[in-house]
Nanobody, 121 residues
Framework: QVQLVESGGGLVQPGGSLRLSCTAS????????MGWYRQAPGKQRELVAA???????NYAESVKGRFTIFRDNAPNTVYLQMNNLKPEDTAVYYC???????????????WGKGTEVTVSS
């Protein structure tokens, strides 16, 4: 019904930058919020940044001041600008969207397949 497609991951040196993007497409829907999570090897998935529709953005403490989440509502896209990357930012990054498909009474979480970010010299 709804697909989230991410792009922008890769290998970067410490101190470098990357921009991730995620676009939602499919049946007619309303987006209630979009965000990014990450999962490092051997760790649980954690929230990185969230952008609720009509609300304030919020960030994990570990990325404040380095990462910025922003949205472009025309193509239903969310971006994560990541600056001053550190080795501990290495993880698979997943896009999340809270979506209500038109005609459905409920809001559901949708996930992308993930894009890998590796920070290493």
């Amino acid at each position: 019904q709804v697909q989230l497609v991410e792009s922008g991951g890769g290998l970067v040196q410490p101190g470098g930058s990357l921009r991730l993007s995620c676009t939602a497409s499919g049946r007619a829907f309303s987006i209630y919020g979009m965000g990014w999570y990450r999962q490092a090897p051997g760790k649980q998935r954690e929230l990185v940044a969230a952008s609720p529709s009509g609300g304030s953005t919020n960030y994990a403490e570990s990325v404040k001041g380095r990462f910025t989440i922003f949205r472009d509502n025309a193509p239903n896209t969310v971006y994560l600008q990541m600056n001053n990357l550190k080795p501990e930012d290495t993880a698979v990054y997943y896009c999340n969207a809270r979506i209500r498909v038109i005609g459905s009474p409920s809001v559901s979480d949708y996930w992308g397949k993930g894009t890998e970010v590796t920070v290493s010299s």
